[in-house]
């Protein structure tokens, strides 16, 4: 099965552009009828890492499904909700069930497609047959606070798993918030839950016990009515029973995540937890009430590692040299020199060291290049000084900064490549 994969799909695995986040340019590209998806900035074209993909972003879908509901949000890069909710093909509908599969990649999905009956229903509509992007990094943070928030890391400060914390000189770990800044002093932007409950509406949120009231869940999706339930199918009934009332749900699965991680998403046991998934998203279709909308969407996707291709960044001097700290994530290491380090010599050496098997550029050229979307004056320091995007299924990892565990997980995310970056746009519409 494995090597299925690497011989029929070996594109997924290579770095492409990562995708604009703002609308801003949209209506040139369409003018001098470039393909969107396809149509690379100036700075972009310099770089070789942006491209424009119009609505078909993770941060354009509460802002459509906003839309959607006739309680249009605009947020500060996406003005126009009701645009966001044409081009994604959304109905209008009473109410909504916004699910987020964590870790489940367009590809992941597709490649698995025959585990699946009802997400492969779904994936068989015009609608779904596409993938939309994620951000960069393609890690659950970043992610979460893009979507969440309806606008791109660069805003959020949520830029990685663990990113520098400019208050204490420390990496802090953003899942559990660990030696990071408080969650409303770091995240300021509005959440699109907070938005939506402001407007009277009924926002509901879905997801594990241990998640209420967390840190990242303050960040990302502050406003929302949380309850918390271990059973997969408890989650699902409730999803469906709040739906009874108008207003948006928002449905939270880690399983497929959790089995790609502790097994790799070639496993068995990640068959398992996505068959289940699946399971329960068929029953979540056959309990809502009518004249409800399901969007099915994932914040990153997965790629299998490759043992032979680790890289440990403190048993190589060309790659350590001048570096302070190490934060990010393995596939997408962000690094921290020190003081009397010019970050574009780091950056030099990295590229020598990895040639083919790494996007690396400064801070200034990944925020010019449009990485992080638009970026506060605040969070700039937060990103690395020198930022590596993995190729194939290389990692880079410190086996100064993390556990022995933690560098050698069968299967990762948070570079650039398609496995990575593209995730699931799923419709259903129950009428
Ligand atoms: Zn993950």
Same mark, same amino acid.
């Given at each position: 099965?494995?090597?299925?994969?690497?011989?029929?799909?070996?594109? =997924?695995?290579?770095?492409?552009?990562?995708?604009?986040?703002?609308?801003?340019?949209?209506?040139?590209?369409?003018?001098?009828?470039?393909?969107?998806?396809?149509?690379?900035?100036?700075?972009?074209?310099?770089?070789?890492?942006? #491209?424009?993909?119009?609505?078909?972003?993770?941060?354009?879908? !509460?802002?459509?499904?906003?839309?959607?509901?006739? &309680?249009?949000?605009?947020?500060?890069?996406?003005?126009?909700?009701?645009?966001?909710?044409?081009? =994604? /093909?959304?109905?209008?509908?009473? &109410?909504?069930?916004?699910?987020?599969?964590?870790?489940?990649?367009?590809?992941? !999905?597709?490649?698995?497609?025959?585990? &699946? &009956?009802?997400?492969?229903?779904?994936?068989?509509?015009? *609608?779904?047959?596409?993938?939309?992007?994620?951000?960069?990094?393609?890690?659950?943070?970043?992610?979460?606070?893009?979507?969440?928030?309806?606008?791109?890391?660069?805003?959020? /400060?949520?830029?990685?798993?663990?990113? =520098?914390?400019? $208050?204490?000189?420390?990496?802090?770990?953003?899942?559990?918030?660990?030696?990071?800044?408080?969650?409303?002093?770091?995240?300021?932007?509005?959440?699109?839950?907070?938005?939506? *409950?402001?407007?009277?509406?009924?926002?509901?949120?879905?997801?594990?016990?241990?998640?209420?009231?967390?840190? !990242?869940?303050?960040?990302?999706?502050?406003?929302?009515?949380?309850?918390?339930? $271990?059973?997969?199918? +408890?989650?699902?009934?409730?999803?469906?029973?709040?739906?009874?009332?108008?207003?948006?749900?928002?449905?939270?699965?880690?399983?497929?995540?959790?089995?790609?991680?502790?097994?790799?998403?070639? %496993?068995?046991?990640?068959?398992?937890?996505?068959?289940?998934?699946?399971?329960?998203?068929?029953? !979540?279709?056959?309990?809502?009430?009518?004249?409800?909308?399901?969007?099915?969407?994932?914040?990153?996707?997965?790629?299998?590692?490759?043992?032979?291709?680790?890289?440990?960044?403190?048993?190589?001097?060309?790659?350590?040299?001048?570096?302070?700290?190490?934060?990010?994530?393995?596939?997408?290491?962000? =690094?921290?020199?020190?003081?009397?380090?010019?970050?574009?010599?780091? *950056? +030099?050496?990295? #590229?020598?060291?990895?040639?083919?098997?790494?996007?690396?550029?400064? @801070? @200034?050229?990944?925020?010019?290049?449009?990485?992080?979307?638009?970026? @506060?004056?605040?969070?700039?320091?937060?990103?690395?000084?020198?930022?590596?995007?993995?190729?194939?299924?290389?990692?880079?990892?410190?086996? $100064?900064?993390?556990?022995?565990?933690?560098?050698?997980?069968?299967?990762?995310?948070? %570079?650039?490549?398609?496995?990575?970056?593209?995730?699931?746009?799923?419709?259903?519409?129950?009428?």
């Amino acid at each position: 099965m494995d090597s299925q994969i690497d011989s029929e799909n070996e594109g =997924l695995y290579e770095l492409r552009p990562v995708a604009r986040y703002d609308d801003a340019s949209r209506a040139n590209a369409a003018t001098t009828g470039q393909t969107v998806g396809n149509a690379a900035t100036e700075q972009g074209k310099r770089h070789g890492l942006t #491209r424009y993909v119009g609505a078909r972003h993770l941060g354009c879908v !509460l802002p459509a499904v906003s839309a959607a509901l006739g &309680a249009p949000v605009p947020t500060r890069i996406h003005p126009d909700p009701e645009r966001l909710r044409v081009e =994604l /093909g959304l109905p209008h509908a009473r &109410a909504a069930i916004v699910v987020l599969v964590d870790g489940l990649g367009f590809w992941n !999905l597709t490649l698995r497609r025959g585990h &699946a &009956a009802y997400l492969r229903n779904l994936l068989d509509d015009s *609608a779904g047959s596409r993938p939309i992007s994620t951000c960069f990094p393609a890690t659950t943070v970043a992610a979460m606070g893009t979507f969440g928030t309806g606008t791109c890391p660069g805003l959020t /400060g949520m830029t990685g798993y663990s990113q =520098l914390n400019p $208050r204490n000189g420390k990496i802090c770990q953003l899942i559990a918030f660990r030696d990071a800044m408080s969650p409303q002093e770091l995240q300021t932007q509005p959440t699109m839950f907070s938005a939506l *409950a402001g407007t009277g509406m009924r926002v509901t949120s879905i997801g594990l016990p241990k998640f209420a009231g967390s840190a !990242l869940t303050e960040a990302a999706f502050h406003g929302a009515d949380y309850h918390g339930m $271990r059973s997969m199918d +408890d989650r699902v009934r409730a999803a469906a029973e709040a739906s009874r009332e108008p207003g948006i749900t928002y449905l939270y699965f880690n399983e497929c995540d959790k089995a790609g991680h502790n097994y790799g998403w070639e %496993s068995e046991q990640w068959i398992a937890a996505f068959e289940k998934v699946d399971g329960c998203l068929g029953l !979540l279709r056959r309990e809502v009430p009518r004249d409800t909308l399901i969007v099915v969407v994932a914040d990153h996707g997965m790629v299998q590692t490759d043992p032979q291709q680790r890289i440990d960044i403190a048993a190589t001097p060309q790659l350590s040299q001048g570096v302070a700290l190490v934060g990010g994530e393995p596939r997408a290491p962000m =690094l921290y020199v020190n003081p009397d380090v010019d970050p574009r010599d780091v *950056a +030099d050496r990295w #590229r020598d060291y990895l040639g083919e098997r790494a996007w690396v550029g400064t @801070r @200034r050229q990944a925020i010019d290049a449009g990485l992080y979307g638009m970026v @506060r004056p605040e969070v700039e320091p937060m990103i690395g000084d020198v930022i590596a995007a993995a190729n194939d299924r290389v990692t880079i990892v410190d086996s $100064r900064f993390q556990t022995d565990r933690a560098t050698r997980l069968p299967s990762v995310h948070g %570079s650039a490549t398609v496995m990575e970056t593209d995730v699931p746009f799923l419709i259903d519409y129950i009428d």
